[in-house]
């Protein structure tokens, strides 16, 4: 089965960064609108911001707003969500998958998803 590929979680204190990667050695992504989701234990998967195509739009939760910032690079076959001043509530396992585009991170739309890449925020 098809899946995207995460990768660039880790442990970072609050305060920190990290920039988290979503990819596939399969397919393009070119043509498909990606979001990211995550889900901390004990939580349902919540969506967090997504892409569409090349030059449009985007969209955040509003938790995320102001400190994530999604982007893709076709040339790299790569969305990419820079994640600023992250907090402890951030912590999470974090995941890409392809679906809609339109700020409703409906999860159940979405396929091809990751096995996810944990990042963790704790000092």
């Known amino acids: 089965q098809l899946q995207l590929v995460e990768s660039g979680g880790g442990l970072v204190h609050p305060g920190g960064s990290l920039r988290l990667s979503c990819g596939s050695s399969?397919?393009?992504?070119?043509?498909?609108?990606i979001g990211w989701f995550r889900q901390a234990p004990g939580k349902e998967r919540e969506g967090i911001s997504c892409?569409?195509?090349?030059?449009?739009?985007?969209h955040y939760a509003d938790s995320v707003k102001g400190r994530f910032t999604i982007s893709r690079d076709d040339a790299e076959n790569t969305v990419y969500l820079q994640m600023n001043d992250l907090k402890p509530g951030d912590t999470a396992v974090y995941y890409c998958?392809?679906?809609?585009?339109?700020?409703?991170?409906?999860?159940?739309?979405?396929?091809?998803w990751g096995q996810g890449t944990q990042v963790t925020v704790s000092s």
């Open positions: 399969e397919f393009s992504l070119e043509y498909l609108y």
């Open positions: 892409i569409r195509t090349s030059g449009g739009q985007t």
């Open positions: 998958a392809a679906g809609p585009c339109n700020g409703h991170f409906y999860a159940p739309a979405y396929g091809y």
